[in-house]
């Protein structure tokens, strides 16, 4: 499983970084969250420049999705990769459906 965090760096960019359970156990806890959503997005469709809405787990179920940042960096996931998407001020990132399946993820926004 991939699990990766979105944040708001100092600099005013979106930054990755990889998470594990063992350096992370908070995330082997139970969370409170506000609901799920599931979604369907077009193979190609692009989301230009945004921040997270909210701070927010994203699941990838099938298809792919690629999220870029400021420093022109992209990458990459398919299904079972989860983002936790904390980059609420900043520039934010992209995010793009490549291949040729649409994507299907679910969003599960985090409790404040």
């Known amino acids: 499983m991939s699990i990766v965090r979105?944040?708001?760096g100092k600099d005013?960019?979106?930054h990755i970084e990889e998470l594990d359970l063992v350096t992370h156990p908070e995330l082997a806890t139970l969370q409170g969250t506000k609901g799920i959503v599931f979604r369907t997005t077009k193979a190609g469709h692009f989301s230009d420049w945004h921040?997270?809405?909210?701070r927010q787990f994203v699941i990838t179920l099938a298809g792919e999705v690629e999220i870029g940042l400021g420093d022109g960096s992209l990458h990459r996931f398919g299904p079972?990769?989860?983002?936790l998407a904390e980059d609420l001020t900043g520039r934010g990132h992209t995010t793009r459906v490549v291949?040729?399946?649409p994507r299907?993820?679910?969003t599960i926004p985090l409790a404040d």
């Open 99 to 101: 291949g040729t399946e």
């Open 51 to 54: 921040n997270a809405p909210r």
């Open 104 to 106: 299907l993820s679910v």
């Open 6 to 8: 979105l944040y708001s």
């Open 12 to 14: 005013g960019q979106t």
């Open 80 to 83: 079972g990769h989860v983002t």
